[in-house]
């Protein structure tokens, strides 16, 4: 099997989240956010205290979509740029991970 592969572009809907664990550490580190044909890639840990973002699978974003929240205590992130827009971390960003798109869909981390 290809570690490096995530999943189908298809498999994040817009406006939705994925996270993902590509070295099999029993939990995501990564996670994986579309904003229409945008994707992007961040590292799943919150730079305020270093904690995985979402209280439960795959809950990284809030009710509405539109920013990326971590559940501790309760920072919004920009989906696109990951910078902090409100909370105890304001200014600072998630860790970008390099992603790519395949010819054949497939989502992968860049190497
Ligand atoms: S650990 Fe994310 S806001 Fe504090």
């Known amino acids: 099997m290809d570690a490096t592969r995530l999943c189908h572009a298809n498999d994040v809907p817009d406006g939705a989240a994925r996270g993902f664990d590509p070295q099999g550490t029993g939990q995501a ?13 961040w590292r799943d840990a919150c730079p305020h205290h270093g904690t995985p973002l979402p209280w439960r699978r795959d809950a990284y974003l809030d009710a509405a979509g539109r920013h990326i929240v ?5 920072a919004l ?30 989502l992968r981390l860049a190497p």
């Not at 971590?70 to 309760?74: F, I």
């Open 29 to 41: 580190t990564v996670f994986v956010v579309r904003q229409g044909t945008q994707l992007r890639a």
């Open 70 to 74: 971590c559940a501790a205590h309760g």
């Open 77 to 106: 992130f920009d989906p696109l740029t990951g910078v902090c827009t409100l909370g105890p971390c304001l200014g600072d960003a998630l860790t970008p991970v390099a992603i790519e798109v395949h010819s054949d869909g497939s």
